[in-house]
């Protein structure tokens, strides 16, 4: 039985669609032209206004969004409701310098959980499942829209957040969930652990899985559903445009859906910003025409990936993406936490190093690690040997406080790193994220 959470907008015919998205994009331009400065400005710099835009046919002529345009803008610029309007904040992982915050009013909250809800019941859930949820919570966008979207579906909703894994399985048998939302090297790490602990999937109740946050293969695909016994599902999202559930997987697995009642998507050429057309490589754009307090217009995500609208054997007619590709940026995704080889720099040179370092990034069971070679100044070798704790511990410190997660760090002679005669590689990532 096929079964929908929506199905009237989930299988809603094109032309549907298409009309929602025309008169929803109007009214929103109009409304952020008229309530946010910051964009008002950038429209004025390119020459529109909202009587441009008539219907999606328009939405090239509106300008682009970046993170820089966020950071900018931060805190306030880019909201178009009063701060007393809004009642949540989310925001990204562990970055500072680079921080997202994005504000959300009730009725923001409501459209997120649904979208997180059409995925969970993409995922055959209804309200005789358990839905345990290992994303974390807090300012990460994981836990919440996944937590909210199980109420809405009405799961007993189990909001465990990450870590504590032997507890997760105790919970998982003792509660007998049947469905598990976390990042899918977390999915791994708890199949691994609970088969060292002895048990086997019979020990457990979990039939599917709502993996997302982070980069993962086909291959990795299979072995969690061999490890868990259970159906993996994709889910992907972003904090600047709502959270998880932008898009999600259906029992197709060949894609995931684009919730397009309230995201318009674009694929554009990331060096010119020209609009590719349909089945093109490029970067994801989106624009957000059902949010009220900060709809972002026109959002360049860098991620990379392909649009497809062919008919889905499951019903659903909103178009598809592929599984992200890769970054038009040099964002890595490290245990799910946004990491720029930028803030590295930072704090390296903060703290007297030389700009000479190497990120090593790879997945040992699953797990990703992070190592940073360093090199010592000369005035620094001469005082320290690269077995000093307090020097390692110092620049650890900082660099867990900056990146939200703790590396490894190698201290190194002078001049032990290859000097590059072009651009310098920086970061060495052995993971293997897509197929
Ligand atoms: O990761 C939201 C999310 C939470 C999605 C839980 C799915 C599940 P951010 O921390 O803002 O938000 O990171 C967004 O993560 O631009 C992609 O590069 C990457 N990403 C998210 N989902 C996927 C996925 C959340 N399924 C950034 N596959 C995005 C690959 C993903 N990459």
């Known amino acids: 039985m096929k079964r929908y959470y929506q199905p009237e907008i989930e299988c809603a015919p ?83 310098g680079r921080r997202v915050v994005a504000f959300y009013t009730q009725h923001d909250l409501d459209l997120w959980e649904e979208c997180c809800a059409r995925a969970i019941v993409a995922a055959g859930g209804t309200k005789d499942d358990v839905c345990q949820v290992c994303y974390g919570y807090g300012l990460f966008t994981g836990g919440p829209g996944l937590n909210g979207g199980s ?61 997302g946050a982070e ?50 998507a674009e694929i554009i050429d990331p060096e010119t910003g020209e609009v590719l057309p349909e089945g093109s490589k490029g970067e994801l754009v989106f624009t957000s025409i059902t949010k009220e307090a900060f709809p972002l217009l026109r959002y360049r995500t860098r991620d990379i990936c392909i649009l497809k609208r062919e008919k889905c054997s499951c019903g659903r007619t909103h178009i598809k993406m ?58 620094q070798f001469t005082k320290y040997s690269e077995d000093d704790t307090t020097l390692k511990k110092n620049l650890t410190d900082a660099l867990k406080t900056m990146l939200g997660i703790r590396p490894k760090i190698h201290l190194l002679p002078p001049k032990s790193i290859t000097r590059s005669e072009g651009k310098a590689v920086r970061v060495i990532d052995k993971r293997k994220l897509i197929d």
């Open 322 to 379: 592929t599984k992200p590709m890769g970054r038009s940026d040099d964002m890595l995704i490290i245990r799910g936490v946004n990491v720029f080889p930028s803030q590295i720099e930072a704090v390296l040179l903060k703290q007297g190093y030389a700009p000479n370092y190497q990120i090593l990034v790879d997945r040992v069971n699953n797990t990703d690690t992070l190592d940073i070679n360093v090199e010592l100044t000369s005035e």
């Open 151 to 211: 109420h809405k579906v009405g799961c007993l909703t189990l909001p465990m957040s990450s870590g504590n894994t032997e507890r997760q399985i105790q919970f998982m048998r003792d509660l007998g969930s049947t469905i598990l939302c976390c990042t899918p090297s977390y999915a791994a790490y708890i199949g691994e652990t609970l088969h060292e602990m002895g048990f086997t999937t019979d020990d457990i109740r979990l039939k599917a899985g709502i993996f």
């Open 14 to 96: 094109y032309e549907q669609i298409k009309a929602w998205q025309d008169e929803r994009l109007v009214k929103q331009v109009k409304n952020v032209y008229e309530n946010n400065t910051y964009y008002r400005k950038l429209m004025e710099e390119k020459g529109v206004t909202p009587d441009d835009i008539q219907s999606t046919e328009d939405l090239h002529k509106l300008p682009f969004l970046t993170k820089a345009d966020l950071r900018e803008a931060y805190p306030y610029g880019l909201m178009s409701r009063p701060l007393r309007d809004c009642v949540r904040i989310q925001s990204t992982s562990g970055t500072t």
């Open 215 to 264: 980069p993962w293969t086909e291959e990795m695909r299979r072995d969690i559903e061999k490890s868990l016994g259970i159906k993996a599902y994709d889910i992907y999202g972003l904090t600047e445009i709502s959270g998880p559930g932008v898009s999600f997987e259906c029992e197709e697995q060949t894609g995931m859906h684009i919730n397009e009642d309230h995201f318009i």
